[in-house]
């Protein structure tokens, strides 16, 4: 949501929802980087000091359950990814509870799946349940429900949690969605090529941005640029801003509060 002069709302007046997937919280060996995490929940505490409300959806479970479990890879078979799922939301858990914490914040477990988002009754108690989170002053940390969820772990993904982190700002009616992931936004082609530019507000995606976006995510995650495109899509046709930033460059959240140009800024106008 911008205001008339075309900047975004101030931090002390936003409901922020925030995605940080697999890539910016691990390192290529599927181990947690927990500086970039304290970096992150520290920025999040911040802009929640200053009057935000902030959400966090986060990926990683399977990754992180993998390497904890001393797996060599993410396991192929459904259960395998279930069990390790298992094991890496605790540990994500763990790590936000205690690094909120100690920035003075308390952190609340949300895991979704999307048939929720279809169903009235279930979204109704999970919108009631998100929006009394903020009102009791929590962050809401929000993971796909990979341990339980086959259809999910199978194929019916949100994306490495792109998709959902759309679903969670339309459910709680956020002012803005940033997804911090392994680029610094959206190219005209694969950023890899040589002349690729960076393409700095997209008012309506189109068949040309969707063939830039090709479809492979990261080793380590299972999102790419196309479940991000489809995010912009559910948050645009949803009234809600969304800005695909660098996730390396944690402290670029404090400029897209404020209104800087940082990445790719999609809005409906």
């Given at each position: 949501m911008t205001n008339p002069s075309g900047s975004l709302l101030n931090a002390a007046k936003m409901r922020l929802v925030v995605k940080v997937g697999t890539s910016t919280l691990t390192y290529p060996n599927g181990r947690l980087n927990l500086k970039r995490i304290d970096e992150l929940c520290r920025?999040?505490?911040?802009?929640?000091?200053?009057?935000?409300?902030?959400?966090?959806?986060?990926?990683?479970?399977?990754?992180?359950?993998?390497?904890?479990?001393?797996?060599?890879?993410?396991?192929?078979?459904?259960?395998?990814?279930?069990?390790?799922?298992?094991?890496?939301?605790?540990?994500?858990?763990?790590?936000?509870?205690?690094?909120?914490?100690?920035?003075?914040?308390?952190?609340?477990?949300?895991?979704?799946?999307?048939d929720i988002f279809d169903n009235g009754s279930r979204r109704i108690n999970a919108e009631n349940a998100i929006n009394t989170i903020f009102e009791y002053g929590a962050i809401p940390v929000v993971n796909e429900n990979d341990s339980v969820s086959v259809a999910e772990i199978e194929g019916e993904r949100f994306g490495d949690n792109d998709t959902l982190s759309a679903y969670v700002a339309r459910l709680c009616g956020a002012d803005l969605l940033v997804i911090l992931t392994d680029t610094d936004g959206l190219y005209d082609r694969d950023p890899n090529e040589s002349g690729a530019k960076l393409i700095p507000e997209v008012t309506e995606i189109t068949p040309e941005m969707e063939r830039a976006a090709g479809g492979a995510g990261s080793s380590r995650g299972t999102g790419g640029m196309a479940t991000k495109l489809q995010a912009a899509r559910v948050a645009m046709d949803s009234g809600i801003d969304m800005v695909i930033s660098n996730g390396n460059i944690i402290d670029n959240l404090y400029k897209i509060v404020e209104g800087e140009q940082i990445g790719t800024h999609f809005r409906k106008v």
């Amino acid at each position: 949501m911008t205001n008339p002069s075309g900047s975004l709302l101030n931090a002390a007046k936003m409901r922020l929802v925030v995605k940080v997937g697999t890539s910016t919280l691990t390192y290529p060996n599927g181990r947690l980087n927990l500086k970039r995490i304290d970096e992150l929940c520290r920025t999040l505490s911040d802009l929640k000091n200053s009057g935000a409300e902030i959400a966090l959806v986060t990926s990683g479970a399977i990754g992180i359950g993998a390497a904890k479990l001393g797996l060599p890879e993410r396991p192929r078979e459904t259960r395998g990814r279930q069990a390790a799922a298992a094991v890496g939301q605790c540990e994500l858990m763990n790590i936000y509870q205690k690094l909120f914490g100690e920035y003075g914040h308390t952190a609340a477990q949300m895991l979704l799946t999307r048939d929720i988002f279809d169903n009235g009754s279930r979204r109704i108690n999970a919108e009631n349940a998100i929006n009394t989170i903020f009102e009791y002053g929590a962050i809401p940390v929000v993971n796909e429900n990979d341990s339980v969820s086959v259809a999910e772990i199978e194929g019916e993904r949100f994306g490495d949690n792109d998709t959902l982190s759309a679903y969670v700002a339309r459910l709680c009616g956020a002012d803005l969605l940033v997804i911090l992931t392994d680029t610094d936004g959206l190219y005209d082609r694969d950023p890899n090529e040589s002349g690729a530019k960076l393409i700095p507000e997209v008012t309506e995606i189109t068949p040309e941005m969707e063939r830039a976006a090709g479809g492979a995510g990261s080793s380590r995650g299972t999102g790419g640029m196309a479940t991000k495109l489809q995010a912009a899509r559910v948050a645009m046709d949803s009234g809600i801003d969304m800005v695909i930033s660098n996730g390396n460059i944690i402290d670029n959240l404090y400029k897209i509060v404020e209104g800087e140009q940082i990445g790719t800024h999609f809005r409906k106008v």
